[in-house]
């Protein structure tokens, strides 16, 4: 079946440092995929996605890319913020939504 | 326009007893999916209607059941709780049955059984 690993947190990055979190996954026929965050205390919110191989999310400063030929689609941001403190889940969607177990991310000031 | 509602945000419950949880979509949409969350197993997808109908289910016990109004809004119920299931749980809402249409979250109801 669909699934969805992404690397393990916590990651601690000081500000304006380069971030990459990394996904790959494992689907049959041609999901898409996106990005979620969750700030504390909250539900989640939608980052960005893609919906097709070669295609680049991005919003906020993150960027992500499909890539069909590594299946994965890396998270990344080329100088953080403290606000950026949050849990970033990696998600799949074919004939239903797979999430990612999550990667908590703290940036220090 | 106003967001996911889920209701109540937070519930005690003792083992045995059941609980419901309620959840409003943003007005429009259609489909309404649940979610456990725990730090040990992450996200897990419980189950999404469509319509009053429910398209999908997620590898969860039958003692986890929902259902979905003619207003879309839709409610979760649990019986016969276990202190396993202490857990957030977020509702999300779309606007169509799209492999395309991103997930938009409630603040979830955080349930804690004892």
């Known amino acids: 079946g669909n699934s969805v690993t992404q690397m393990e947190g916590p990651v601690t990055l000081s500000e304006e440092a380069f971030l990459t979190i990394n996904c790959t996954y494992t689907a049959t026929g041609y999901p898409s995929l996106f990005w979620y965050v969750q700030y504390p205390g909250e539900g989640l919110q939608l980052l960005l996605k893609?919906?097709?191989?070669?295609d680049k999310g991005s919003n906020k400063g993150f960027e992500a890319t499909y890539r069909k030929e590594t299946t994965s689609f890396h998270l990344e941001k080329g100088s953080v913020q403290v606000s950026d403190s949050a849990v970033y889940f990696c998600?799949?969607?074919?004939?239903?939504?797979?999430f990612g177990k999550g990667t908590r991310l703290h940036i220090l000031p | 326009k106003a967001g996911v509602t889920q209701t109540p945000r937070y519930l005690i419950k003792t083992r045995g007893q059941q609980v419901t949880l309620s959840c409003s979509p943003i007005s429009g949409h259609r489909s309404v999916s649940w979610y456990q969350q725990t730090p040990g197993q992450g996200l897990q997808f419980l189950f999404e209607y469509f319509s009053e109908t429910q398209r999908n289910k997620g590898n969860f016990p039958g003692r986890f059941s929902g259902r979905q109004f003619s207003n879309s809004r839709s409610e979760m119920n649990v019986s016969t709780l276990e202190l396993g299931d202490s857990a957030l749980y977020l509702c999300?809402?779309?606007?169509?049955?799209?492999?395309?249409?991103?997930?938009?979250f409630g603040n979830g109801t955080r349930l804690t059984v004892t």
């Open positions: 999300a809402s779309s606007l169509g049955s799209s492999y395309n249409s991103p997930l938009h």
């Open positions: 998600a799949l969607n074919g004939d239903k939504i797979i």
């Open positions: 893609a919906t097709k191989a070669d």
